[in-house]
C-alpha cells in the first residue's frame, strides 16, 4: 500500500574503463592546488627558519618570539644566553627565535 514496487535498474556492466579514474581526478586536482599554494609555502618558511636559526652566533642581535628583544651573548647547542639589558642575560632556546634584527659582520682582514 505505502510501498511501491522496485523496478531493478539496468547492469552497468559496459561502463567505460576510465570512469573510475575520471571520477578521481577532481581529488586529485584539489590536492594538487593545496600542495601549491599551502603545504610548500609552510615548508619553505620552516626551512628558512632553521636555516636563520642555525646561522645565528654571537653579537646578533634578536627578537624571541615572546617579544623579547636583546643581543646573542653566547650560543651553544640548543640555548643562546642573550643580553636583554646592561647586565642582564637570559637564555632562550634557538628555536624561539623569531627574527634577526641586525647580524654582526665579520671583520675584513686588512693585507
Not at 603545504?39 to 636555516?51: E, S
Given at each position: 500500500m505505502f510501498v511501491t514496487p522496485a523496478y531493478a535498474q539496468a547492469a552497468a556492466g559496459g561502463a567505460a574503463p576510465g570512469a573510475a579514474l575520471m571520477q578521481f581526478i577532481p581529488l586529485i586536482l584539489i590536492f594538487a592546488i593545496m600542495y601549491f599554494l599551502m603545504?610548500?609555502?609552510?615548508?619553505?618558511?620552516?626551512?628558512?627558519?632553521?636555516?636563520?636559526?642555525?646561522?645565528?652566533?654571537k653579537g646578533d642581535h634578536i627578537i624571541t618570539q615572546g617579544g623579547i628583544?636583546?643581543?646573542?651573548?653566547?650560543?651553544?647547542?640548543?640555548?643562546?644566553?642573550?643580553e636583554i639589558a646592561t647586565g642582564v642575560k637570559v637564555r632562550v632556546?634557538?628555536?624561539?627565535?623569531?627574527?634577526?634584527?641586525?647580524?654582526?659582520?665579520?671583520?675584513?682582514?686588512?693585507g
Open positions: 603545504i610548500r609555502p609552510q615548508q619553505k618558511r620552516v626551512k628558512q627558519h632553521r636555516d636563520m636559526v642555525a646561522a645565528l652566533k628583544i636583546g643581543k646573542v651573548v653566547s650560543a651553544r647547542d640548543d640555548e643562546l644566553e642573550v632556546v634557538r628555536a624561539t627565535v623569531s627574527q634577526v634584527v641586525s647580524r654582526t659582520e665579520p671583520v675584513a682582514a686588512n
